[in-house]
């Protein structure tokens, strides 16, 4: 088969099977005893190792084989969960994490896995000489009981043969299971198969060492039977045996189970019920490239909207008014259905941190409780993809700067165990992701002497700074209090990092810090990013869109209730001063006529806490865009976020007025 045809769905569900075993490791950690959570984890390596041996990737399904060698005995009792048999199974996840990475690259065969194939072998080598693992090397023997004797010698004439089959898998064979039913398969094409031992249930479970007997009832020979079984891969050896009935003894108790015997011409009261089928499912899986397809022509048909309403508009034809809005009825849901298929809960990107904060809080000496709510918010699946890293860099912070050691923590009265809280709702077309923490919080004496030393602002800047302003300071390129570099942080990277992902995805990115109580790190992201809702304005000749997710409110400011401050015009608003900024200055509009009316329009922009007011001409009307990148050509312009294209086909830019603000 052509492997690349399989590879995007192996990959996809390879990737939930390790972040399961991951989430399920953490579960038996807090648990031991639990022998759900333990069959979860087994079923999860015994899928992930099946997939990758047949896709033909030996390295990743020769650590899940390793694996379950030490999963079977701590499932058969014969391992108890101690802390070093959970870290070396995360050990092992880490490295099939690395191979899943290395596989689209080609890299999988260069990873080396020498080192922990040796230790998880050590556990179940040692192990295996137990007098604990006698059943598995107990010898097999398949035996009836009376009944099914009974039931055999009926069915048994001069032609038909009862035959006892045994079949040995290669110690190297990675799919027994598989193999099994391969065989089984085979078999039953020659006759009747009555009996398996170990039980067909066990074969499938994989919970067999190398051998299993297949009592056969057939009218061939017994050499066919055993010809087709050695064509079978990972086959090395059969042994086929004509039976006398009446020589078997008697079953022993706990040996096998039926795997299908029952009479052609009536149904026996031992005959498994028949199959019921399942209900559908009610899930697809859809390329990531498709739904960007489906959303640029949902995107089209959104211009194009817009084009039919200002020709009906022109037109006053009502037969054409009433087909239009038919028309726009229906575009809504259609986006609003196509954008819903692209929503992807943000639990995908949490999942990831109970484990992060396991590693480091452990390596840190630390103590913390992480509480995650809100994980089925959900978010485009483009943003989604962005978001993991800039939460990651959030989270080492918080574990490195903010929250205290135990001891530390007693010291000022604290319980000893940390509390990291990550949060997500939505709120109108954004979603806020909070991340808070118990800690010492930010101290702002610190951070503005670190922003001094370094140069990053004057003493007269810092003079006229809030509060709030100068913990925000922490977002600034190469800026850092760490007196000194570890592993986790103190590079002078990350936050500003964060807010530059952030701003990119269209949210913003402010902290707020109480010193001795902790910190909060609040992240407003867009739902989507394909299709927008905006405010249209117009300044001079030309049109522009703001999205609505920085517009707190529009009002109207008459000439005379506009003072200077500063060299800085400003009004009252709400008994708050709120500075005005003409955007025609900004955007350099020579044409623009606002200086001309006595009324003027504002749209208040609101980031963080910071209000300002921006002055237009014209207040058009609220509509849904498409953003158009700019392109390489023109590169990423401070304050413009991307372009539209209107109904007439004119540009509009789309405004970023957060740095303004």
């Known amino acids: 088969m052509e ?17 399961s075993l991951n989430s399920a490791l953490l579960e038996l950690e807090g648990d031991p005893g639990n022998m759900e959570i333990l069959n979860s984890i087994f079923r999860s390596a015994h899928t992930v190792k099946g997939a990758s041996a047949t896709m033909g990737f030996n390295k990743m399904a020769s650590v899940t ?65 137990t007098p604990s693992a006698r059943d598995r090397r107990r010898k097999l023997d398949l035996r009836y009981t009376k009944e099914e004797k009974e039931q055999i010698k009926e069915r048994l004439t001069d032609a038909k043969k009862l035959y006892h089959i045994h079949v040995f898998l290669k110690e190297e064979c990675l799919l027994k299971g598989a193999r099994a039913f391969m065989i089984l398969r085979e078999v039953e094409n020659m006759g009747e198969i009555v009996k398996t031992i170990p039980s067909t249930k066990e074969l499938e479970d ?55 015997f029952a009479s052609q011409d009536k149904k026996d009261a031992d005959e ?51 087909s239009v809005e038919t028309l726009n009825r229906l575009l809504l849901r259609l986006q609003d259905d196509v954008l819903q298929t692209r929503m992807v809960a943000v639990e995908h990107v949490f999942s990831r941190f109970p484990r992060l904060v396991r590693d480091l809080t452990r390596r840190a000496g630390k103590q913390v409780d992480l509480v995650i709510t809100g994980a089925d918010t959900e978010l485009d699946r483009t943003v989604i993809d962005e978001i993991g890293d800039p939460l990651v860099h959030i989270i080492r912070n918080s574990l490195d700067h903010g929250i205290e050691s135990p001891e530390e923590r007693k010291a000022v009265g604290k319980p000893e165990t940390g509390r990291l809280e990550i949060n997500a709702y939505q709120t109108g077309n954004q979603v806020l992701i909070t991340v808070s923490d118990d800690g010492k919080g930010i101290d702002r004496d610190k951070v503005a002497r670190a922003a001094l030393n370094k140069g990053f602002i004057t003493e007269e800047r810092l003079a006229e700074m809030n509060e709030d302003e100068i913990v925000n300071l922490i977002f600034t390129p190469g800026f850092s209090t760490s007196e000194k570099v570890t592993d986790v942080s103190g590079r002078g990277v990350g936050m500003d990092v964060v807010r530059e992902r952030i701003t990119a995805l269209g949210g913003t990115a402010r902290v707020t810090s109480k010193r001795g109580e902790g910190t909060t790190v609040i992240i407003q992201l867009p739902l989507t990013l394909a299709i927008i809702q905006t405010l249209m304005i117009q300044v001079g000749s030309e049109i522009y869109a703001i999205p609505t997710g920085l517009v707190e409110q529009t009002i109207s400011v008459n000439r005379n209730e506009i003072h200077r401050l500063h060299q800085q015009e400003v009004t009252t608003w709400r008994g708050e001063v709120l500075p005005l900024v003409r955007l025609q200055d900004i955007l350099e509009v020579k044409d623009a006529k606002n200086f001309e009316y006595s009324e003027l329009d504002v749209v208040i922009i609101r980031n963080g806490e910071r209000r300002l007011g921006c002055v237009v001409d014209t207040l058009l009307r609220p509509q849904d865009v498409v953003i158009k990148s700019l392109g390489s050509y023109l590169g990423n312009i401070p304050g413009i976020a991307g372009a539209t294209i209107l109904g007439d086909g004119r540009v509009a830019l789309i405004l970023d007025l957060r740095d303004v603000a």
């Open 3 to 19: 492997i690349s045809d399989y590879l995007r769905v192996f990959m996809d569900e390879c990737q939930e099977h390790l972040q």
């Open 65 to 129: 084989h390793a694996m379950e060698d030490i999963l079977g005995l701590l499932r058969r009792g014969d391992l108890e969960v101690t802390p070093e048999i959970i870290n070396l199974l995360f050990d092992s996840v880490d490295l099939l994490e690395v191979l899943a990475r290395g596989i689209p690259e080609g890299r999988e065969a260069d990873i080396e896995i020498t080192g922990i194939i040796q230790r998880l072998k050590e556990y179940s080598a040692s192990e295996e000489k």
């Open 206 to 260: 994989e919970q067999f060492k190398f051998d299993f007997i297949i009592g056969l009832l057939s009218e061939e020979p017994v050499e066919k039977a055993v010809a087709a079984i050695e064509k079978v891969l990972d086959v090395e050896n059969v042994k086929g045996t004509a039976m006398s009935i009446d020589e078997i003894p008697d079953e022993r108790r706990g040996y096998g189970d039926t795997y299908r």
């Open 272 to 322: 498994p019920a028949p199959a019921q089928l399942g209900p559908a499912s009610l899930t697809v899986r859809v390329d990531i490239r498709k739904l960007d397809e489906l959303m640029n022509l949902v995107a089209e048909l959104v211009i194009n909207r817009g084009r039919l309403e200002q020709i009906s508009s022109e037109l006053q034809h009502q037969e054409l008014e009433e």
